[in-house]
């Protein structure tokens, strides 16, 4: 769907009019409580998609679902009526899958902030598997007591078998 300011305008008109109307006059039982969260109609105005949530379980939103589809063509009509354009657009209503995606989004922070605290928690405990710093460094001279490198004849390539 192309951003276009009128259809942008548009959008914004009939998200407000579909909102006034399932507060005052939209009166069907299985309507639950619902938020028009956005609005998206076409570049040429024929379509409009009213994006909505409910608050509540799935028989909440069957029942407002059927509700919405049930009351659309007098939705639409006072669209018509209120936003004066030429051709009403037609109405699809959709269930806004945002709060459940953000809801998820949520749990997974939740656990990767507890997963983070047990591996610091058992960080201030860790202690090293050999020593402290393994690797030597230039100047470091064996002691006595350690062995001295072996030493590689001239003649002889490293990392090539032995004869």
């Known amino acids: 769907m192309v951003d276009h300011p009128r259809a942008r305008k ?7 009019i579909v909102a006034q109307m399932l507060d005052t006059r939209i009166k069907d039982p299985r309507l639950g409580f619902v ?3 956005d609005v998206r109609v076409t570049g040429d105005l024929q ?21 919405l589809n049930s009351a659309k063509g007098m939705i639409r009509s006072e669209v018509g009526k209120q936003t004066g354009v030429r051709l009403t ?15 998820k989004f949520g749990e997974l922070l939740l656990e990767a902030r507890r997963r983070d605290a ?15 710093d393994p690797y030597k460094k230039s100047g470091d001279e064996p002691a006595d007591d350690e ?3 072996a030493e590689v004849p001239d003649d002889v390539v490293p990392g090539s078998p032995a004869l």
Do not use: C, K, W
């Not at 047990?118 to 402290?132: F, S, V």
């Open 10 to 16: 548009l959008a914004e008109r009939i998200q407000v």
């Open 35 to 37: 938020t028009v969260t």
């Open 47 to 67: 379509n409009a998609s009213v994006f909505y949530t409910v608050m509540g379980d799935e028989e909440a939103r069957q029942g407002t679902a059927a509700a």
């Open 89 to 103: 657009p037609t109405i699809e209503f959709h269930l806004d899958s945002v709060p459940e995606t953000a809801e």
């Open 118 to 132: 047990a591996i610091a928690a058992l960080r201030e405990n860790a202690t090293y598997a050999g020593d402290e």
């Open 147 to 149: 062995p001295a490198e």
